[in-house]
């Protein structure tokens, strides 16, 4: 028979181990941010006709940008009948015109249509865009791919591809017409089941995963990760990053020529493998836009992902939102926060996208605001 103190010191040793995970989870969903200070990079102005999320954003060099809108996801505070999904462009280089909702092809079932990532590629050689967006069905994800005829501002379905490793899609990166790095941030068993979500969610289970699609089929390419997000790659195609929201961190992985990757470590300059470390951003990761010129992130972020629809969303309590630019991010990063409102102007940041001077910055169940950046 075991004694009774062998019991109590089970038991505490318990009640020690849940304890520090609640205090792990209260830091991770952000509650410790009492105040944020507002600030902003320049003038800012509200977009008019993006009244349901732009949840992500990608510009083209010429400053031609497109945007998803209209996700719904459990929790949002819109109903699945007033979400309506979109593909919206902006044009940088003549910012008063506003949005411009794009046509679909009359084969396109757009009613099905729940867009979240999106990525853009153009031919070199053709200039044709191809178009690649995540879609959310009920039962599983899939990939719309179209391609953007310039002209009627029509977006021409090609395909939709389906695979068994694409199940629970957050984010994308086209490296072709229809290849691909895509992030699931959750494992397949919580793809259908709201428990099974909340619950890898809160215990911040190390589920989710970064696929590579090669036209045919795709493969885990990254594991281990807690709720990864936001994909994107350096400008000279050595590096792919990746958001890890609920660690609140920028992984950074080295690509190689089969489109594999390995983590790196960043440390004082140097570079070496490893599988360990990343750089720390203090708020929750989403998606991330790369300044093709530069090779600067500009990031958005969630201070407090807790007050979000993917936690608990509180109208008279709103999410505030953060934008970070990162510059040198893998020989010795350079972080500069460019905005920060507490929920007045803007409820949540799922992304920002910056072009010669200015930058917009989008919610994935609110606004659009278009900034000039006037600083360094």
């Not at 732009?54 to 010429?62: G, H, K, V």
Request: charged share 20%; with cysteine.
């Amino acid at each position: 028979m075991v004694p009774a103190y062998m019991r109590w010191i089970v038991i505490v040793f318990l009640a020690w181990g849940v304890l520090q995970h609640l205090i792990k989870l209260w830091f991770t969903l952000g509650y410790h941010k009492a105040v944020l200070y507002n600030h902003q990079p320049g003038p800012c102005r509200v977009v008019p006709g993006v009244e349901h999320g732009a949840e992500d954003i990608t510009t083209l060099p010429n400053g031609l940008a497109f945007i998803s809108s209209g996700l719904w996801l459990p929790g949002f505070p819109r109903g699945r009948s007033e979400a309506r999904g979109r593909i919206l462009t902006f044009n940088f280089s003549d910012p008063e015109k506003g949005v411009r909702e794009l046509n679909f092809s009359e084969e396109f079932d757009r009613e099905s249509f729940n867009p979240h990532g999106l990525s853009v590629w153009t031919d070199p050689l053709s200039g044709r865009i191809s178009v690649l967006v995540i879609s959310h069905q009920r039962r599983k994800d899939q990939v719309e791919v179209f391609t953007y005829d310039v002209a009627t501002e029509t977006l021409e379905h090609q395909e939709t591809i389906r695979d068994e490793l694409i199940y629970s899609g957050n984010d994308l990166l086209a490296l072709g017409p229809d290849s691909f790095y895509l992030s699931n941030d959750v494992s397949h068993g919580a793809r259908g089941s709201t428990l099974a979500r909340k619950l890898e969610t809160y215990l911040l289970l190390p589920f989710g995963n970064v696929v590579f699609y090669n036209g045919t089929q795709a493969r885990p390419v990254a594991e281990g990760l807690v709720f990864p997000n936001g994909v994107n790659m350096s400008p000279d195609r050595r590096y792919l990053y990746v958001g890890a929201g609920f660690t609140e961190e920028l992984r950074i992985f080295r690509r190689f020529a089969n489109n594999s990757l390995v983590q790196i470590e960043v440390s004082k300059g140097q570079i070496e493998v490893s599988r360990v470390k990343s750089l720390p951003l203090h708020s929750f990761v989403d998606n991330i836009e790369v300044d093709p010129q530069t090779g600067d992130l500009y990031i958005g972020l969630h201070p407090v992902i807790g007050k979000t629809p993917i936690i608990h969303y509180d109208p008279w309590d709103p999410p505030g939102a953060q934008v970070l630019r990162v510059k040198n991010a893998v020989r010795g990063p350079d972080i500069t926060e460019l905005f920060v409102n507490n929920g007045t102007k803007l409820q949540g940041c799922s992304v920002a996208s910056f072009h010669k001077g200015a930058l917009l910055i989008g919610s994935m169940f609110d606004k659009l605001l278009y900034c000039q950046v006037r600083t360094l």
